[in-house]
């Protein structure tokens, strides 16, 4: 019995980098290509084809006073199995902004970060036999930090957050998902206060970020909304 196996992978990459004064900017942009073709493949598995594209900027104002650093990261992929129609494999949009004025010792700033988080298109769980659910789409969630604190930079390529205290945003514009799933429905909002901490690793030939986040809740608001206009406010402790 023949077996034939086949995979192709094509990568194509695209990096640039502009420095003007106290300006640097840097990106970069991929395009990845995956096909996994079987025949006779007593092992099992399907046919396979995927795409990926991931677009990466970074710009960052550092000057004797001041520190301003953004980066942008806009990724995008689908994948195809067997006889099954294209789905989503990757779907984000991460914007972080950290501004800061410098200590004596130049190294350690006083900061404060945005960091907004979304998709650009619709989510789906995919059902065997039911049709398929929204769970997700463009603002819907929308995930929205801003912090207070610090920032350690003791090299270029490396930066470590400390924001002591965070306000963390959720917001659901679309009107199909405002059931509870997401953490707001169409009655109420929620505000977390807490501290978050990050570290964040740049390469300046490979301008992909690498992020590791971590998260303390210490105190959640609701506001929940009553239809006669007033305003009821409660909060509660983590257990």
């Known amino acids: 019995m023949a077996r034939l196996v086949l995979m192709c992978c094509t990568a ?3 990096a ?5 004064s106290r300006w640097d900017a840097n990106g970069s942009v991929s395009l990845n290509l995956t096909q996994v073709a ?6 099992g598995g399907q046919n ?3 795409v990926a594209g991931l677009f990466t900027y970074r710009t ?3 000057s004797e006073q001041t520190r301003w650093e953004t980066s942008l990261d806009i990724g995008y992929g689908l994948t195809k199995l067997g006889d099954a129609p294209f789905r989503k494999s990757d779907d984000r949009f991460i914007l972080i902004s950290t501004a800061g004025i410098r200590t004596p010792d130049s190294l350690l700033l006083y900061a404060l970060q945005l960091d907004a988080r979304t998709q650009l ?3 789906f769980r995919y059902g065997t036999n039911a049709p398929d659910t929204l769970t997700s789409t463009l603002f819907s969630p929308a995930t929205i930090n801003l912090g207070l604190g610090s920032t350690y930079t003791p090299t270029k390529e490396v930066t470590i957050t400390l924001m002591a205290a965070t306000g963390r945003t959720v917001l659901v514009l679309d009107r199909r998902l405002q059931n509870g799933t997401l953490g707001v429905d169409r009655q109420s909002c929620t505000v977390t206060i807490g501290s978050l901490s990050q570290r964040h690793n740049y390469c300046r030939n490979c301008p992909q970020r690498t992020a590791q986040h971590e998260t303390r809740r210490l105190c959640t608001v609701r506001c929940i909304y009553i239809p006669d206009h007033k305003l009821e406010h409660s909060s509660n402790l983590p257990h």
Not at 16 to 20: I, L, P, Y
């Open 12 to 14: 194509i990459s695209f």
């Open 16 to 20: 640039f980098a502009e420095q003007v």
């Open 38 to 43: 079987l025949k006779n493949w007593v092992a």
């Open 48 to 50: 396979t084809i995927g």
């Open 60 to 62: 960052l104002y550092n």
């Open 121 to 123: 298109t619709d989510g």
